[in-house]
């Protein structure tokens, strides 16, 4: 069946220019998340949604990063006014999981941005 | 401090060879405990979890030791195909995942 998917694949943006990166979890996979992989970095948590409510966004470097998920499936990471430091691999992650214990987390196949 | 640290590498062995990765990890109310596998320019895919009593899988080996911290992977028989980056990860409470630096591992004919 049909995996994560995240468009675009590949984002260069000026720097101060607002991005808006698309995440299309597993059909039915109830909590998504969002990591921020830099170079020569494991990926990090940046925010958790259970269905519609984002449950977690303690990973959100700034208040330039917003997230949404308003019907409980495909999300939206938002990054306004992009910063050098903001380039990198943005992955999306989807599970079955309904808190508790840990179901497998499927990655998509990342949006590489890079800030100029 | 990293809440998982692992070596970096880059570990370059010949095919054939056997070689151990191990991580540590800092928060003891860890619950659960992976190798991920992340090709060049791929997303990170689940090699496999790792439990206490040690579990194989194939070629594969991980074991923990909840009182040290502590996680390894042992690849034996390495193919060329293994060459990747290894990813130690833990997770609290079916949440996010904490993922280490990665290992890279290059095996050459």
């Known amino acids: 069946g049909a995996g994560v998917s995240q468009s675009p694949r590949y984002k260069v943006a000026k720097r101060g220019q607002d991005v808006a990166l698309r995440c299309d979890p597993i059909s039915g996979h109830v909590s998504l998340f969002w990591y921020q992989q830099a170079l020569g970095q494991g990926p990090e948590f940046l925010t958790y949604f259970q269905n519609e409510a984002q449950l977690d966004k303690s990973g959100l470097p700034s208040d330039r990063f917003f997230a949404e998920r308003p019907e409980g499936s495909v999300s939206t990471l938002k990054i306004q006014r992009t910063q050098q430091e903001d380039s990198a691999v943005y992955l999306c992650?989807?599970?079955?999981?309904?808190?508790?214990?840990?179901?497998?987390?499927?990655f998509g196949p990342g949006t590489r941005l890079t800030v100029l | 401090r990293k809440e998982v640290e692992q070596d970096p590498g880059p570990f370059n062995v010949p095919e054939g060879a056997t070689v151990a990765f191990n991580c540590t990890y800092s928060?003891?109310?860890?619950?659960?405990f992976f190798w991920y596998r992340q090709d060049c320019r791929k997303e990170p895919k689940l090699l496999m979890s790792v439990y206490s009593s040690g579990n194989e899988d194939g070629r594969f080996t991980a074991q923990l030791n909840r009182a040290s911290q502590y996680i390894s992977l042992l690849i034996r028989d390495s193919k060329l195909s293994d060459s990747a980056t290894y990813l130690c990860?833990?997770?609290?409470?079916?949440?996010?995942?904490?993922f280490g630096k990665g290992t890279t591992l290059s095996v050459s004919s």
């Open positions: 928060n003891s109310a860890s619950q659960s």
């Open positions: 992650a989807s599970s079955s999981t309904n808190g508790g214990h840990y179901n497998e987390q499927f």
């Open positions: 990860v833990v997770n609290q409470a079916g949440t996010a995942l904490i």
